[in-house]
């Protein structure tokens, strides 16, 4: 049997007729860039989440540097954010001119909020939360450490669409919450795509004038804003995607019980769930010491298994210039030693999940 990672195909073909019958809606309406299926989309989306505002940008990162900006964070000034995270979420920060300041992640592999304050300084700004893989991160202790320095807070939501801590969705708790629509994410677009949500007025006003080349009114334009528009058919197949929203998470999180309550080697670690916190399982990450054994053991067997991420930021080449090295954050470190995404997506069959649970309790490194 050849098991791929994920398999888009699968969640296109399980609401065929509804894709199909948006993307025909717009190509025959005549109007593709902010439209109608963008602002309801938006509405849409802002009601999903539970909060004010959302409005519709090109792709996540473009929601991530967007929301620095508007909160006038750059050049001089420090963000906190996890070590161990898609290097996207870094270049929000430095795209800026801002410098990340990394902090390691706890054993859920979100940011170890016992670990922020001691890296907050006088130029501290912001500190960016990544809801890694579609857990929640420990909201709670985070909301209130930025209340108590004074810290904007902003989330990266590009692997938790609808996740939930204590019940209040990822994406509310702090200034603006950066959304990815990118095919694979939990929620996916068929292209690029992107978000913020906000109950800020003022923010979601700046964020439609950044978008489109800084104006409000055409021609007249405010700030260098930047070309980053969510387009029709993305948002016309987006909304069929978060109609489904709730089946498409559940889906995914009966495949992870699955794997937890069957997935039995003494080998590898299975992801743990925070009290209190919800996971969606963008990815289902497990660890294993002896990691690139047990990759190349699954690809024999046909069974494709993704790392994320390989290199962390602070490491790869884009970030020398921060001068760290390795060594300067085992933790994180170690996460990209021994980290590995098993098949998981929407469409995945019981013989598909039988056969790589059973190829995964086979495994002796
Ligand atoms: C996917 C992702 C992004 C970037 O989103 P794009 O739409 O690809 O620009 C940012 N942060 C995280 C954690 C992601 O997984």
Redesign the pocket.
């Known amino acids: 049997m050849e098991i791929q990672t994920n398999r888009l195909d699968r969640g296109f073909y399980a609401h065929q007729r509804e894709f199909e019958e948006a993307a025909l809606r717009v190509l025959r309406s005549g109007w593709y860039i902010m439209g109608k299926e963008l602002s309801s989309f938006e509405e849409e989306f802002a009601s999903y989440i539970g909060a004010r505002y959302c409005v519709g940008l090109g792709?996540?990162?473009?929601?991530?540097w967007l929301a620095f900006r508007i909160l006038g964070i750059g050049k001089g000034d420090e963000v906190i954010v996890q070590g161990n995270?898609?290097i996207?979420?870094v270049m929000?920060i430095t795209i800026n001119g801002a410098t990340p300041v990394f902090v390691e992640p706890d054993e859920y592999f979100n940011i170890d909020a016992d670990r922020i304050e001691e890296k907050i300084t006088d130029k501290t700004k912001a500190v960016l939360v990544?809801h890694?893989y579609g857990q929640a991160s420990r909201m709670d202790k985070i909301v209130d450490i930025c209340k108590r320095h004074g810290l904007r807070l902003v989330e990266?939501c590009?692997?938790s669409h609808g996740s939930r801590f204590k019940g209040r969705v990822t994406g509310t708790f702090g200034d603006i919450g950066?959304f990815?629509?990118?095919p694979s994410?939990n929620i996916g677009a068929f292209g690029?795509?992107?978000a913020i949500v906000t109950d800020d007025e003022e923010i979601a006003k700046e964020m439609r004038i950044y978008r489109n080349y800084g104006s409000e009114k055409r021609y007249y334009n405010k700030v260098v804003g930047t070309n980053s528009r969510l387009d029709e058919i993305q948002a016309a197949l987006l909304k069929v995607r978060l109609s489904h929203a709730k089946e498409l998470n559940g889906e995914k999180q009966n495949i992870a019980e699955k794997y937890d309550k069957n997935i039995d080697n003494p080998h590898i670690i299975l992801p743990r769930v925070r009290e209190g916190a919800d996971h969606i399982y963008?990815q289902y990450v497990i660890r294993c010491r002896e990691r690139d054994k047990l990759m190349a053991y699954l690809k024999d067997r046909g069974i494709s298994t993704i790392i994320h991420y390989p290199i962390p930021p602070h490491l790869s080449q884009a970030y020398e210039y921060l001068g760290l090295k390795k060594g300067d954050l085992p933790v994180t470190e170690a996460c990209a030693d021994e980290v590995l995404s098993i098949p998981m997506f929407n469409g995945m069959t019981a013989e598909e999940t039988d056969y790589t649970i059973e190829v995964i309790n086979g495994f002796r490194p």
């Open positions: 792709n996540g990162l473009d929601a991530l995270t898609y996207a979420s929000g990544v890694l990266d590009a692997q950066c990815s629509f990118y994410k690029d795509g992107g963008h």
